[in-house]
């Protein structure tokens, strides 16, 4: 008979998973997923169940990384909750398995993986793509992502080191310029909106230092170096009109087909990232919607065809946006990191297997 699962609690999971630990293992991870080699990483898309009656869904996450002897799922649940519900909208579990011989060996709480995992992928994708003078870092919302995200970019990006050049004379007789360099410190700047004020006022009452409470997306976005999305939102809220060319979103809401954070005009003059391509193409409503237009053309030329009209439609105008990269992709680089350009990394949660951190695995067998 097989040994009963080690049980680890949110809190333990919250103290066994560091941020530290965790982004130099998903940069790991995802490169190699991203080679799809399947003798080493099985992550398929995750099967979703809406609860309709209840505006939620259930997701199974199935994960298989062959070399580390890790065979594991999420179980995931995400609810769209009226503001101010003390229900938390996503809640999970994983469970590990004993690969060779199939039994559960672990039964760990997922909210705390699923806060800390998805923060850290969006900071790998700000690390990658945010431009290199980013001062202003602005997050949309004030649920557990919010201040998941908070806390890692914070942590990370606190500073931002700029080496200013200076130029002068080193003789009288020899003239030459020469350069020296001053490493200058700024500190971040965070702005947070929420729906409703008092709630990302909420948010910033729980922090130690100084966070501005905005009153519109557009207050908080303009300007800022980096965005983060991470609401409930159904519909665009972000629009690209907003944003300062080359800024760096990283947009983690919006994880059904039907579900949007970004407008159509920041997604198709954006170069976009994915966690997964497969993902992405089954789930995000910022890709699948943004070329609502051209289906809904191609639609009626199909139907009006016996009537001889031929449609012409801008396909620049229409098209849908496409996805440039995944974001292991460039970590194993096969892509690069269009720094330069305004970027949205679109996340979807898919890639959970690299949560499965080996202090954790350690912790059970
Ligand atoms: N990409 C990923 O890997 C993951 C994505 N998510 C998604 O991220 C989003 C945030 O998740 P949590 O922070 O856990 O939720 P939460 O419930 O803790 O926070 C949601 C936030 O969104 C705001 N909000 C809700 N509906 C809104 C609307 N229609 N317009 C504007 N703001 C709205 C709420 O006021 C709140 O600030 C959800 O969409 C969730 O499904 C969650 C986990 C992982
Ligand atoms: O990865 C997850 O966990 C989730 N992804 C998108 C929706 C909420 C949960």
Redesign the pocket.
């Known amino acids: 008979m097989s040994e009963s699962p080690v049980l680890l609690n949110k809190h333990e999971v919250e103290r066994l998973l560091t941020y530290d630990d965790l982004i130099p293992r998903l940069e790991s991870v995802m490169g190699k997923f991203s080679k799809r080699d399947s003798s080493e990483i099985i992550q398929p898309v995750r099967s979703v169940v809406p609860i309709q009656q209840h505006s939620g869904f259930l997701g199974v996450m199935p994960a298989y990384l062959a070399a580390e002897g890790i065979l594991c799922t999420k179980i995931v649940t995400?609810y769209?909750?009226a503001?101010g519900s003390s229900l938390?909208?996503?809640q999970a579990t994983v469970l590990l398995f004993h690969p060779e011989h199939g039994h559960v060996t672990a039964i760990m709480d997922g909210e705390a993986i699923?806060?800390k995992?998805?923060a850290a992928?969006s900071a790998i994708s700000a690390k990658l793509f945010k431009p290199a003078l980013s001062e202003v870092l602005c997050i949309?919302?004030?649920?557990?992502?919010?201040?998941s995200h908070y806390d890692v970019f914070t942590k990370l990006f606190k500073f931002k080191e700029v080496t200013s050049m200076k130029t002068g004379n080193t003789s009288k007789s020899f003239k030459m310029c020469f350069c020296v360099c001053d490493p200058v410190l700024y500190t971040l700047q965070v702005r947070v909106w929420?729906?409703?004020k008092e709630?990302a006022q909420r948010f910033v009452n729980d922090l130690q230092d100084p966070v501005t409470v905005c009153s519109s997306v557009k207050e908080a976005v303009i300007g800022a170096d980096v965005i983060v999305t991470?609401?409930?939102?159904?519909?665009p809220?972000l629009f690209g009109e907003w944003v300062k060319p080359g800024a760096h979103i990283a947009a983690?809401?919006?994880?059904r087909p039907d579900?949007r954070e970004l407008d159509d005009v920041l997604m198709r003059e954006a170069v976009v990232y994915v966690?997964s391509r497969e993902g992405a193409t089954a789930e995000s409503g910022d890709i699948i919607l943004s070329g609502v237009c051209i289906t809904f053309h191609q639609y009626n030329i199909a139907d009006l065809s016996h009537h001889r009209h031929t449609y012409s439609t801008p396909k620049s105008l229409f098209s849908q946006a496409e996805v440039f990269a995944e974001l292991g992709e460039v970590l194993n680089g096969s892509f690069p990191a269009r720094r330069e350009k305004t970027t949205v990394f679109k996340?979807?949660?898919?890639l959970f297997f690299h949560s499965c951190d080996p202090k954790i695995k350690n912790k059970m067998f």
């Open positions: 995400f769209q909750r503001e938390p909208s996503t699923t806060a995992r998805t992928v949309l919302g004030s649920g557990q992502q919010a201040r929420s729906r409703r709630m991470a609401t409930g939102a159904s519909q809220i983690v809401g919006a994880c579900w966690d996340s979807l949660g898919n």
